[in-house]
């Protein structure tokens, strides 16, 4: 069809929204068939900065980009929006508490979330970026409470592919032979990536390794902390490849995982794998016709238990934290 797709993206004059934006507008999200329109959120001051990536976006000529809006008022930019990438966020400043960071961004995404429920489209989908993202998505999700929670997501998918990335070095294989890599719990240090029902060559990955301690204290860790060591060598935070993360979450959200693969994204729990109803916490996710589905029947080993359940406690956490705050 010609109708342009609605993307609204928050954050777009920062780091991954100059990132984002191009790959978005040459369409790399819905394929060069799909006209997009973007819907650009900044706060007022760097409305100015955002004009200026709006000249560039303009001097690319993409021929997919059907139009730009922007502005500082949620419920005038969501308008219409088929997708929300809420990549905007408060960042951890210095001597700042996880209660004052999760108080911030409340003041950021519980506004947000009830303008998407107001102005919206119908089908939105909406994708948190802005950390601590599961827990933004919660609030989000938590007000806006006419659009299906299953439309609410965080994004793991930069874990997921870092999980890739690190798999394929070890084992000296290219990353197209590596299939069902799963994220669990929080995108933070207490992450569990998980080799256990991945495959290498359609062999078990843990198997292929072999190597537990490698497992435990290199892979896991390199995945979880590999955000510190980008700001370690770059002197800032990823940021086109958390870019690259969320066209890949958002894309296969919509246009659907091919056969006999699965992705991580973190949707709202019903329960599976003992993690509690209603958290958004990373799981193996199947697509199909614009709807995830959590892989079932998966067997969890003590070893992998314990690691999901630490960092579904963290998560846990910290939805007690933001409903004490009055943000859910
Ligand atoms: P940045 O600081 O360069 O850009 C953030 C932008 O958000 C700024 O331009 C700021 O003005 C804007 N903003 C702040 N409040 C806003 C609001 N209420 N409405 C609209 N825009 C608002 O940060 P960067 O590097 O682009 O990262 C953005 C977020 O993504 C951060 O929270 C970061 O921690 C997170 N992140 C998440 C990853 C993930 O895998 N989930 C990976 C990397 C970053």
Redesign the pocket.
């Known amino acids: 069809s010609t109708t342009p797709v609605k993307v609204a993206v928050?954050?777009a004059?920062?780091?991954?929204?100059y990132s984002l934006l191009f790959r978005i507008a040459s369409g790399a999200l819905f394929g060069k068939d799909t006209p997009v329109e973007l819907r650009l959120?900044?706060?007022t001051p760097?409305l100015k900065a955002l004009e200026g990536v709006v000249m560039e976006l303009d001097d690319c000529a993409f021929p997919t980009l059907a139009g730009v809006e922007i502005g500082d008022d949620p419920n005038v930019v969501f308008a219409g929006a088929n997708h929300a990438l809420l990549?905007?966020?408060?960042?951890r400043g210095p001597g700042m508490e996880r209660g004052d960071l999760l108080e911030a961004n409340g003041g950021?995404f519980a506004p947000q979330g009830k303008a998407l429920n107001e102005v919206a489209a119908d089908d939105i989908k909406v994708t948190v970026?802005?950390?601590p993202?599961n827990t933004n998505a919660l609030i989000a999700m938590s007000n806006a409470p006419d659009i299906p929670q299953e439309r609410f997501s965080a994004?793991t998918r930069?874990?997921h592919n870092r999980a890739i990335s690190q798999l394929s070095t070890k084992l000296d294989v290219p990353v197209t032979e590596i299939r069902k890599m799963t994220i669990w719990g929080n995108?933070s240090a207490t992450q569990y990536p998980d080799l256990f029902h991945a495959e290498v060559g359609g062999k078990n990955a843990a198997e292929a390794v072999g190597d537990q301690d490698w497992l435990e204290n290199t892979f896991i860790p390199t995945v979880a902390k590999r955000?510190a060591a980008i700001i370690e060598a770059r002197g800032a935070?990823?940021?086109a490849s958390?870019a690259s993360?969320t066209i890949d979450h958002a894309r296969d959200w919509t246009l659907g995982t091919p056969d006999g693969d699965w992705v991580s994204m973190a949707v709202p729990s019903d329960g599976s794998y003992d993690v509690p109803e209603g958290l958004i916490s990373s799981f193996p996710v199947t697509v199909k016709d614009g709807q995830w589905s959590i892989v079932q029947g998966l067997e969890i080993d003590d070893f992998s238990r314990g690691k999901i359940e630490a960092t579904v406690a963290e998560l846990a956490e910290e939805r007690e934290a933001v409903k004490g705050l009055g943000l859910i």
């Open positions: 928050t954050g004059a920062g780091q991954i929204g959120l900044e706060i760097a990549v905007g966020a408060r960042p950021i970026t802005g950390n993202a994004l930069l874990d995108h955000g935070s990823s940021a958390a993360a």
